[in-house]
């Protein structure tokens, strides 16, 4: 008997490993922000609307992986 | 104790991409909740802005205010500091494919509908669509066919021996990719809010009113409580997928319009 089964499709932890790349990325990118904003808070608007910008360009890749978990969503 | 901890949820179906097909109103092919969403979303942003722009003061009124702040907020935010020189051509496209985008992504929280309509895919192809054409078509009014093509495959200043390999690369980017990213992130943001708000809810439903166990009521009653704090979130991320959509469909106009350095 095992003690806990596990059913289904495996591609909710495809998506799991494809969110870690995104994850990192749009943490550096918001580092990256606060730290120019202690060195120069002036900047921070312009900074921001970037970051925004990039933040948008990383995140695609969580979204597609989202996508592909659902396509192939076979069990 | 232990077995009825690790398997409480027999007989609950978890909410998944079949929770998205909804049944036509009315039988009326075509006319589901998206549609109905969508055209009511034309009468209040039609409504709304000619409210706005009929009576206008020099002094605003709170209305007028709100009105002004969203329109500045598009012209300086948006387009101004992405196209740059020629942006008051593309004010009017952007001011309503904000408010059309904020308004239907702020169905997903409202009362009544609680469904965002790009969450149904072929909207969100439908916008990226139109973006896509917008930005080609303005590119290639401004410099000709071959001067667009060769100005978005091929970036200056790249050396010659590189070129089989750049070529390629922005092709994919700029002209294909582009599009399938506009939408798919719209979608997909839309798409993931919607089913995390469906699953703290019905999950939280079943495991208050429909376990046995009390532990697991309890978790229920947190999980209820807990989709108020989802409900922000995607509050949150409706106004801000509005203002990215926008905002890279502004800065594609740009690049495109843009001249060699």
Known sequence: MTPLELTGSVSSLGYGLAAIGPGIGVGIIFAAVIQGTARQPEARGAMMGTAWIGFALT???????????????VS | MGTTLLVPLEGFRPPGAESFDLPNIGGIPHFDRPMLMALLSLVVIIGFWALISRRMRLVPNKGQFVGEFTYNFVRDGIARDQIGHDFKKYVPWLVGLFSFLLVNNIWEVFPFFVFPTVSHIGWAYGLAIMSWVIYNVVGVRKHGFFGYFRRSVLPSGVP???????????????????????????????????????????????????????????V???????????????????????????LLSAQYVGASLADEH
């Open chain 2, 220 to 246: 229920g009653v947190l999980s209820l409580i807990f989709s108020m704090a989802i409900f922000g979130l995607e509050l949150f991320v409706a106004a801000f997928q509005a203002y990215i959509f926008t």
């Open chain 1, 59 to 73: 995140e695609a890749l969580a979204m597609i992986g989202l996508a592909m978990a659902f396509v192939f969503n």
């Open chain 2, 160 to 218: 010659v021996a590189m070129w089989p390999i750049v070529i390629p690369i922005e092709f994919l980017s700029n002209i294909i990719l582009r599009p399938i990213t506009l939408s798919l992130r719209l979608f997909g943001n839309m798409f993931a809010g919607h089913l995390l708000i469906l699953i703290f809810v019905t999950g939280g439903e079943y495991l208050l009113l429909e376990s046995e166990s009390l532990l697991n009521n309890a």
